[in-house]
């Protein structure tokens, strides 16, 4: 864990934002595998680490902000614990390390929050800690996250959405880990494996130097699905594969980066079309960060420049501005630039998009495409975000928009439907947001076609 002062300071930050009342941060449990005696991987909730930094199920945080009192609740280990466990410091001791010094059993919680005139909680993920708080609080947990608090989600929001330098400095070991797993995936693919020889072994490398992955990996001859968690196809001569994988910290920040590159190790001339073009407009998309400028007019300048180069390539046409504004990119690049990452891959992503991407200078768009950008708002050094950009040709929605002759000024249908069998090309990167500028996180993995190939021929 960080400095216990690190995380006093958090603590006495949100306490002068909110400035009154008793802030509730449950931390998480165990969660069944297929028996209770056999769980998933234990991975606490990151506003809870956040501010209590203790990474062990079964905790409670209190911020009595009206006492200046901050509490940890949970129960020490009885010897039929220790028998199984072994031997653990008290919960007095470890909440001593992250500058507590209150501390009581975990049954003291419900008249705790019970006699709290105003309490401020999180929107909640977690059904079996739902259960749980619906006895702390009276709220059946269908009605728990519409009562969480908005004062919280803004100040945490607030908090949370600019890095200290201990925090980048996480990051960037999240990203060399990153390096490792997305340059050993180049490198030992081979036409005839099957993709889960090497998912594997990339999570492995994940679990090998830290906490595991930051989310599961995406590793696919079929990227134009985006998010396909499926490692069964057979890699074949003239596949391409998207690696989308990223790793966590030992303190459990998230790296989160993607490299396409031919299964074969050589780029053929229509996999090198796309892939330059996504290349270009992911630099260009980088080069153009920084402090106070509009996430979504960078997410809008790069569909621009994928406008322009599917234009040069024949698959768009007409007025690009107009193409772009009416949103023709998006049959080929239908998500969003990126997102916010830090203790969560898609940062703070369950207290509501809207809150950490967007703020009341910029509201979410409708139109297809724009409508998936996670984060549109001004940036601010600090802020660490993805840059992900991509190209794909999804046959299902080719399919509908030639069926509806969809912005068909803007789109050549005959030369989409001659590669509808192009499948995805994606390129992302982790960015801090510096007082003057950017800094791309980790150590660069191998992006231009030359240092792909060179890589892969390793
Ligand atoms: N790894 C998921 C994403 O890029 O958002
Ligand atoms: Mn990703
Ligand atoms: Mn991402």
Redesign the pocket.
Known sequence: MFDASVYVQRRKKLKEKLGSGLVLFMGNEESPMNYPANPFHFRQDSSFLYFFGLDFPNLAGIIDIDNDRDIIFGDDLTIDDIVWTGPQPTIAERSAEVGVSETQPFSDLEEKVKSAGNVHYLPQYFHALMIKMESLLGIHPNKLNENASVELIKAVVEQRNIKSEEEVREMELAADIAYEMHTYAMRATKPGMVESEISGKVEGIALSKGPGVSFPVIFTINGQTLHNHYHGNIMKDGDKIIN?S?AESPLHYAS?L?RTYPVNGKFTPEQKEIYEIVLRSQLEAIEAIEPGKMYKEVHLHTAKVIAEGLKEAGFMKGNLEDAVNQGAHALFFPHGLGHMIGLDVHDMEGLGEDYVGYDDTVRRSDQFGLAYLRLARKLEPGNVL?V?PGIYFIPELIDMWKSENKLADFIDYDKVEQCRDHGGCRI?DDVLVTDNGKKVLGMPVPKTVADVEAECAK
């Open positions: 989308d990223g989160d993607t993805t992900e992302e």
